[in-house]
């Protein structure tokens, strides 16, 4: 019996390492362009689709996929629509780890293992390292899956498993609560999977006490994504709940007709003659495509459900440009110049909202306006990039003195607001430190970063507003307000420096607070430069 659980769980830890290993190494090669296959290629679900399972047979986890997806829909760079397509994709492309391992490469197992390090130890090349860490995780992978398969063989002599597959088999909701809590519990469908593939193989489950664990691990995998969606916005919360929905609607309608797809299966399995493991990989791919056949025309209606079950207004903070068409740079670059200063305008706005968020999560210490921060710094690298590359575009056009002058202040504009996002991230961290170090501030102290973000964020508001409108009247009282902010910058930081050397401040609580008011000046300085380059100066 201890050889038996010794070997079951260092197989399944072997198994699982492989995975990981696999996918890790298949992502790395194919480059961090996961993200941006997701982002380009789902304009409609059916492209969605394809993208998913692309992705899903990269990384080699249908659960990352839809956590991307999760975090993609959160950060505004997919609607929900394009992000249902995905995780119906993804749910099909999850089925080929599992054809992998019905291709019987046991004995080859070591082998590939020692390919896999002889890449990772003896070259230097990071592609190379990469491809051994993708072989080494093959490898593992069927190494792991080789011990679990030798632990698992007496099972079949154990009366007390003889007498559970017989109760899976005429009860196949038990077999469903057994899938979807071992996935649930191992954090991996595939993992599950293999394991079924093993027992299958052994001979010591039947298939029709089988295939409901199969559909049991399908619900169990949707765990991740509803985790991953605890804390998200509203429109990802959706997004993680339709995955649930999809896979619990397919489960329940293939449970219906378990008679009929059990005698598929069967005669899959004469006809195209397959080994155990191969036939409940069929079994596997047969229903995640049936799934996505018949639940596909029903997208809008997904959409529908999840919005009923989660209401409540989604704020969204979108990452893409509103404002930038590309056939305006060709036609007029008065119109090009415009919808660029929109797109700024915009920008504009996130980074004092950003400001906002950041100064309440210093008084508040809620987790939400810290990751409410963090999207809006996203949004505005991100607009950063695409309206330079515009105005970039926009500069071998031929431009009036006029329009040149409007397009030298707009990509100087740029440059200071995406600016200002990196120093209230700066602050996000020193204000993380605070609270994991748990460094206490007197009220003083509080009292006076209070008013110093109140004076910073008006001031980048007023900036904003004076080139949106072209106003020096407006500029003139930006370059007022920041030598206000220098100054208290200069005073706060000798006031800390007494209330610290009087021991009414540590110095991990000095050194936070002097680093805080040091950004809010810096993103002072890039206010007044908005305000200059509107002044023309």
Known sequence: MQTLIFEFIGGLGIFLLGIKYMGEGLQKSAGDRLRNILDKTTSNPFLGVLAGIVVTILIQSSSGTTVLTVGLVNAGFMTLRQAIGVIMGANVGTTVTAFIIGIDLGEYALPIIAVGCFLLFFFKNQKVNNVGQAVFGFGALFFGLELMSSGMSPLREVQAFQDLTLSMSEHSILGIVIGTLFTFIVQSSTATIGILQGLFAEGAIGLEAALPVLFGDNIGTTITAVLASIGATVAAKRAAYVHVIFNLVGAVIIILLLGLFSQYVMYLQSALDLNPEMTIAFAHGSFNLANLMIQFPFIGALAWIVTKIIPGDDTVVEYKPKHLDPIFIQQSSTLALDQAKAEIIR???????????????????????????????????????????????????????????????????????????????????????????????????????????????????????????????????????????DRMERNYRKKHIIRMNEGLCSGSAGIVFVDIISNLERIGDHAVNIAEAVLGE
């Open 347 to 485: 920008m504009g706005d996130y980074a004092y909202k950003g400001l906002e968020e950041t100064n309440l999560y210093l008084t508040t210490q809620n987790q939400k306006h810290s990751e409410m921060s963090m999207q809006i710094e996203g949004a505005l690298n991100n607009l950063d990039r695409k309206i330079t590359d515009y105005l970039v575009d926009l500069s071998g056009e031929s431009m009036s003195e006029t329009e040149g002058a409007k397009h030298t202040v707009l990509m100087d504009s740029v440059r200071d607001i995406e600016r200002i996002g990196d120093h209230f991230e700066n602050i996000i961290e020193l204000i993380d430190y605070k609270i994991s170090n748990k460094v206490h501030m007197t009220e003083q102290a509080q009292e006076d970063l209070n008013n110093m973000f109140d004076l910073t964020i008006m001031t980048v508001k007023q900036s904003v507003k004076a080139l949106e409108d072209m106003d020096r009247e407006e500029a003139l009282a930006v370059i007022q307000k920041e030598d206000q902010i």
